[in-house]
């Protein structure tokens, strides 16, 4: 839409602001309803449910509610099935018949609630467990512990990066996508509970078991980095399980095997281990797994024994109501504390507080002492039943009132997809960590005139991390098995005498601290011994605690895993084709601190470089210009936070951030936070699209659109052209309300929407609202049937009217001329190849919401605060994807798209579009007006809300509705980058043009260049 424009809701201007105000006084109402648990329950009743004698066989109830399905399942439950419900076993895919004869007992019965599957591969687990659904009467509770994915405990499963290189990530976004996609994987698995995150923060480096298992040592890293992949798996309904409650990171001994004690205070307790629980009980954790351990503040008994622990700390003090497991009780950390009589561990775990018992050593037994013990009067029936209603309740939220088998077809394919694979490697990318580079090796010079040295310490000859050494240079490698070859070692110091580039990877490493992580007296004296000789590079693909035994090389880059992808990311920073961008998780010893993780400029001749302030003639005086411009901005409402980015000669001048998501909230805006870009779409992606369609030919500027459209001969749109809907020019309406003809009464028509997806209801809108497929043609048909304007100048031609429709049609043209749809073709022409990581489309789907800033409060057509979902209401009716709006992104992102388009389509080593594309496409100015081919210009009187008179004739640019902007000057070398979204909560703000903000910023930054 253009800044200009009508709104046309304004005939109701006034039931919108008193709807407004109700919103405000309802927020927090909404927010509580938000995070409560959706399978939670009141405290039990004390009435007693009466035992059914002959229970029916379980029907499914797939259509009935909540309430309905798990009633409808309770009620037809013995005591028997309730009491097995309690019980989780342990299953497994690659052992004889004899465990597949066990659990067809403990399901026909124990009646059993749920199976953790562990060792095995995933064909074979995937028809145990239809197997094993067929014969259970309820639904079984499907569990993994797979914390970095199904590869941690099935051979052909895919694995992730384990927790502690997640650590070093700094976008949580990333993380979050992380978790989306292994519920994915959970999901095609038939598996509904995932014993994941790991939540104890690893402030012991000694620590036996928990270790590489954590996020670090930071509480506010732990806390960030479990919500953010507790959010990503329970968007896709797949169960998390945080764990050990109440923390096992701070512990010298293996609760497998011992009893584990935490020494802290209650104050302690509180200000550190606590507080990532109480941020995924924040973010509704569905489920929180009890450690087998022993606090002397709570008593000598094991945290899943305790009931100070669990009822008084868990439930009561931090308020949690959701579903509680406990640690395994096969572990000698609680079974091995005394000698206990048969099922009492169980008994105590119920009376504890804890829901489900997760693999009991003896089930039989357990589940006999369990009924004893209600007949005896030790357990009340209402407590069991309380349980078992949260359970029925877990398994339908879950999806288990829908119940399918696993098609094992094309498993394997889907759980090692192009995008898993792609996500991985974004993963490392952020993760490795260039810990130092005293010598300022990175990125390497290479000097083909002198040796250069690849040393690969317990790796084969020729393996991959060589590989992707060798890709970038010749090398000479070397590599030795084992750690501990002498010989081999005296031979390399010797040899590297006469090398100019060295460098050294270490592979093989293990976790265990008591074994110095598989490091050899050799290997450590070996690499001192070098490193006093030569700079060298040493990249250690391990955990990195190991880093402490090797703090004397010059450069060390901290890889964290022995996976290929760590190798292509280490490879990418040492050759300069990267930046490191990761942060050391924990401290190591004295030699690093916590977060320590230099960014190094990379050899990209066409990328833009970190931060230069010489570029400004006095930067402290520009910055704080803009700062009190933008601080006074917010105080006034104009919008709640804003990112800021300005590049000139390459490097970025202005990189700033400011503010918050909303007025409300405490969420800072900052670099990663995404924002709907509204019209700046126009030209970030439609543009570019058909610049690429004009290089290949593939569409002509004085070609009819009805040539590509023929659905368009014979209507008022027969004889428009390209060039004059670039242009504007083209005789299209500004904007037509289309969202209109769907709803009725001022309600959605139900013909076109549902609150639920369905096969029929398959495209989203937002999280609530689903729409049929079909309704894009009925735009398209709108859009086609569409009267013209009628300004037309002397000679009988269109007048300029900046039109959304125009865009509209082009994207249905780039869509017919690739056979594509546009959000494919923008992520295969533009986001990929600029290797953006936050741009495209229904950033809902993508994105975790809490990086994304919210807009409008529709009130009128979709009845919801929008996050993530386009605030254009005609780009919402063709499911987020439109040529004119649609496209989500940040500053940092859009500054590379324009920065291309500064140097003239260029970006790296390709070429994305014609450097006389590029020059045609934003010099060409139509006769009529001040605008180019689908690019904005500075006016001729100078006049704009939004653009500065400093920019030179040769700029070009757009803004964006939601209170974007984007502008390119050739002349002065400079890219400008405004994101803000002056629409929250009411698009009917428009300070943002009334006060000029964006144009005084721009006045600032020009008068502030050298």
């Given at each position: ?32 309803f ?17 035992p ?5 066989n ?22 028997d ?17 004899i465990?597949?004869n ?26 145990l ?19 970095w ?7 052909n499963?895919?694995?992730f ?13 990333l993380?979050?996508?992380?978790g ?19 939540v104890?923060?690893n ?23 479990s919500g ?5 798996m ?12 109440p ?8 609760s ?35 450690g087998?351990l ?20 868990l ?28 099922g009492?561990i ?30 005896m ?6 407590e069991?039943?309380?349980k ?26 889907d ?21 130092k ?12 005139n002198k ?6 310490i ?34 390399m ?10 460098i ?13 992580y598989?490091t050899?007296?050799e290997l450590?004296n ?17 955990n ?29 920073i040492i050759?300069g ?45 520009t ?12 105080a006034?409402?104009?919008?709640p ?5 300005v ?7 202005i ?68 060039q ?6 083209s ?51 709108w ?5 013209l304007?009628?300004?037309?100048g ?23 001329q ?22 495209g ?15 409008e ?51 790296k080593n390709?070429t ?48 964006g ?23 929250y ?13 964006r144009?005084k ?10």
């Amino acid at each position: 839409m253009i800044e200009s424009k009508k709104i046309y809701k304004n005939k109701i201007l006034v039931i919108s602001s008193l709807l407004l105000c109700l919103y405000f006084v309802s927020a927090r109402a909404i927010i509580f309803f938000k995070k409560a648990n959706t399978f939670i329950l009141n405290e039990p009743s004390k009435q007693v449910s009466k035992p059914v004698e002959k229970p029916v066989n379980y029907i499914s109830f797939s259509k009935l509610s909540e309430k309905n399905w798990v009633d409808s399942v309770f009620d037809n439950l013995s005591l028997d099935q309730k009491i097995g419900q309690l019980f989780i076993a342990d299953a497994y895919s690659n052992k004889e018949e004899i465990n597949v004869n066990k659990i067809t007992l403990l399901i026909e019965k124990y009646h059993i609630g749920g199976l953790i599957f562990f060792q095995g591969e995933c064909y074979k687990q995937a028809e145990l467990t239809n197997k094993y659904q067929a014969l259970s009467k309820v639904p079984l509770l499907i569990a993994m512990d797979a914390e970095w994915g199904l590869g941690m405990r099935l051979t052909n499963g895919f694995s992730f990066p384990k927790q502690i290189t997640l650590g070093a990530i700094e976008d949580n976004d990333l993380v979050y996508q992380m978790g989306v996609e292994m519920a994915n994987h959970c999901k095609r698995m038939g598996v509904q509970l995932n014993f994941c995150p790991v939540v104890d923060i690893n402030s012991n480096p000694n620590n036996p078991i928990i270790g590489s298992r954590s996020f670090g040592e930071s509480t506010d890293l732990v806390s960030a980095k479990s919500g953010a992949i507790t959010r990503g798996m329970q968007e896709k309904y797949v169960i998390a399980s945080g764990k050990h409650f109440p923390g096992h990171g701070d512990t010298y001994l293996d609760s497998h095997k011992y009893l584990p004690q935490v020494n802290y205070t209650e104050e302690e307790m509180k200000k550190n281990i606590l507080t990532p629980f109480k941020q995924i009980i924040q973010d509704s954790i569905k489920s929180i797994l009890i450690g087998h351990l022993q606090l002397p503040f709570y008593g000598t008994k094991p945290a899943t024994l305790s009931t100070k622990v669990i009822k008084e700390l868990l439930q009561n003090e931090l308020k949690y109501k959701g579903l509680i497991i406990t640690d395994a009780l096969n572990m000698r950390g609680v079974k091995n504390r005394q000698k206990w009589a048969p099922g009492e561990i169980e008994l105590q775990a119920l009376e504890a507080g804890n829901d489900v018992l997760l693999y009991s050593e003896n089930i039989p037994e357990a589940f006999d002492a369990i009924k004893k013990a209600l007949e005896m009067g030790r357990l009340q029936q209402e407590e069991i039943d309380f349980k078992v209603k949260k359970i029925l309740k877990a398994k339908y939220w879950a999806g288990l009132a829908k119940l399918a088998n696993i098609e094992t077809e094309g498993l394997f394919e889907d759980l090692h997809n192009k995008h898993t694979q792609e996500l991985k490697q974004r993963l490392f990318d952020n993760a490795v960590t260039l810990v130092k580079d005293s010598t300022q090796l990175i990125p390497i010079e290479q000097n083909q005139n002198k040796r250069q040295l690849s040393i690969c310490i317990d790796a084969p000859l020729n393996n991959l991390f060589g590989q992707a050494i060798q890709k970038n240079g010749h090398f000479i490698q070397y590599s030795t098995e084992g750690k501990s070859n002498q010989p081999f070692y005296d031979e390399m110091i010797e040899f590297a005498d006469s090398c100019e580039n060295i460098i050294i990877s270490v592979h093989n490493f293990s976790n265990k601290p008591n074994e110095k992580y598989g490091t050899s007296p050799e290997l450590i004296n070996f690499i001192k011994k070098i490193s006093q000789k030569h700079p060298v590079i040493l990249c250690l693909f391990g955990n990195p605690y190991v880093l402490k035994y090797f703090p004397n090389a010059s450069t060390i880059i901290s890889g964290y895993e022995d996976e290929p992808e760590a190798y292509q990311a280490v490879s990418k920073i040492i050759f300069g084709e990267a930046t490191a961008v990761g942060k050391l998780p924990v401290s190591i010893d004295k030699y690093f601190k916590l977060g320590t993780g230099i960014v190094n400029n990379p050899y990209t001749e066409n990328n833009i470089l970190l931060q230069e302030k010489d570029l400004l003639r006095n930067p402290d005086e520009t910055n704080a210009k803009i700062n009190q411009l933008i601080k006074n901005a917010i105080a006034e409402r104009i919008f709640p936070g804003c990112q800021l980015l300005v590049v000139r000669k390459g490097k970025e001048i202005i990189n700033n951030c400011y503010g918050k998501l909303s007025y409300e909230g405490s969420e800072k805006v900052n670099k990663k936070t995404i924002y709907d870009v509204a019209s700046v779409t126009k030209v970030a992606a439609t543009l570019q699209c058909v610049m690429q369609l004009y290089d290949q030919q593939k569409i002509a500027l004085d070609q009819k659109i009805s040539y590509y459209l023929p659905e368009l001969k014979g209507t008022n749109k027969e004889n428009i052209t390209v060039q004059s809907v670039l242009f504007h020019e083209s005789g299209l309406q500004s904007y037509l309300p289309l969202w209109e003809k769907t709803i009725s009464g001022g309600q959605l028509k139900s013909f076109y929407f549902s609150k639920t997806p369905t096969e029929i209801f398959s495209m989203p809108i937002t999280p609530h609202l689903y729409a049929k497929p079909a309704l894009k043609d009925s735009v398209w048909k709108w859009v086609v049937k569409s009267p013209l304007h009628y300004k037309k100048g002397k000679d009988n031609k269109y007048d300029f009217v900046y039109s959304d429709l125009g865009l509209m049609i082009l994207a249905k043209i780039i869509e017919k001329q690739c056979g594509e749809k546009l959000d494919v073709l923008v992520s295969e022409k533009l986001i990929e190849p600029l290797q953006l990581t936050r741009t495209g489309y229904n950033a809902f789907l993508q994105h975790d919401i809490q990086n994304i800033a919210p807009t409008e409060l529709d009130l009128l057509f979709r009845k919801e605060q929008l996050k993530g979902s386009v605030q254009d209401q005609n780009a919402a009716l063709l499911g987020g994807v439109s040529g004119h709006a649609g496209l989500f992104s940040t500053a940092s992102d859009l500054a590379t798209i324009m920065y291309m388009n500064l140097n003239l389509g260029k970006y790296k080593n390709q070429t994305l579009v014609k450097k006389e594309t590029i020059q045609l496409f934003s010099q060409t100015v139509s006769k009529r007006s001040h605008r180019a081919l689908g690019w904005d210009k500075l006016p001729a009187d100078g006049e704009s809300n939004y653009i500065s008179p400093l920019v030179s004739n040769k700029s070009f640019g757009h803004s964006g509705y939601t209170g974007t902007l984007v502008w390119v000057d050739p002349e002065k070398d400079l890219v400008f980058v405004f994101c803000s979204n002056r629409v929250y909560p009411n698009a009917n703000n428009n300070k943002i043009n009334q006060m000029q903000i964006r144009k005084k910023i721009m006045d600032i930054v020009y008068q502030g260049l050298k």
